[in-house]
């Protein structure tokens, strides 16, 4: 029960410092909306090629904004000397992990229900209808994202050439994501609609997995 | 000093005698011709550097558990070793690939997991040169590479599942699919001699790395006086 309550007061202080400032929230948004317009510069944004390139492109941008987001996760910590202190209060180490997956989800999907009208509009995409559907993909892919980044953020901020170690360690580690959920959102996004629940399935065992794996070895991250 | 002549000289004859059997042994393939005969180098070296990874997993989580140097010591050695293997296959795949399938790359799961893979431990090398503090390099680098190799069946299958049209494996692929009697044994003796010759690797790099060791200590008890 500990760990509940210690991840909901530390989750809190993530929110709040976060919504103090909303530098990352801006910051990711604006760096996501950048990405997608280069795209269509890149490539002809009319054409029905661009329309079946859109959801690895929307991935894409999300993949790359995400290494943006969590370089600050623990580097605040590190920076502000506040994580042996942390590291004291809690009873279990996992709960700054999840606090901080948690907050890093929310944060990236916040920025993504930001960023999808944009991309509806900029592709031409309706997405009403498969709004339920998306979102679910959205959700377990923002999931997969935010644990596999936490836990390389707290190896990245130990180490020198931080910034740019962050999506050299995680992105390649975060190629089923991609593959799954650019795949399972472009079926949804098809002229016929269809809802890929295998590869839903994927994430969620994606996500399962890395969050076991986070969770035995989780404690160890964060050893002085 | 001396097992480990023995074992090298062992390893090299044995890469020769294979190359022999690659070349004067096996029959030559029906449909491919002789390019096919790099298959034996090819796909041993990719069976051996799987296993190389996977000893540097189980070190990786040795170290993890039990905080003992020659854990951290035998992960590097793997992960360099395991890297040469696979850097290996993908020089040597593309050339079997361009006259059979007349392209050198193509997207399908093993290419592109044996690829992802190649950049993950390419990644855990340079995450270990980036941290100064030995203790904390063994055991960050460990835990990535724990994380790395738990992503490799996924990888793997999200690639082969929604990416990929693949000709079947050969070896253990089911139906339809196996080897002429010689070329598997020419094929398996491959896999042995790459095994073996890994081993060697390992123990020469194990042995470079203690040195190493041994010698910064040296260096910062000669500081101290």
Redesign the interface.
Known sequence: MALFSNTATLLSKELRTEFRSRELLTTTSVFILIVLVLFSFATNPGTEEARQFAPGLLWLAILFASSLMFQSCFLREQVNDTLSSLRLAVSDPFAIFLAKLIANTLFLLLTEALMLPFFAIFYNISLWSKLPALSLVLLLGSVGIAV?GT??SA?SA????REL?LP??LL??L??VL??SA?VTGSLLDRDPVVQW??IA?LG??DV??LT?LWI?GQ??L?E | MTKRILLGVVATALIIAAAYANFYIAPTERTMGVIQRIFYFHAATAWAGEMVFFVCFVANLLYVWKREQKYDWLGVTCAEVGLACITIVLITGPIWAKPVWGIYWTWDARLTSTFVLWLLYVSYLLLRTLIEEPGRRALLSALFGIFAFLDVPLVFFSIRWWRTQHPAPVIMGGQGSGLDPTMKKVFFFNVLVMHIFCLFLIVERYVLEKLRHDVDLLQREAEVQ
């Open positions: 596999a836990a390389i190896i130990q180490a020198r050439m170690l050299l360690l390649p580690l190629t089923p593959v799954v795949t295998k590869g994927f065992v994606f997995v890395f794996a070895f160890y991250f050893e």
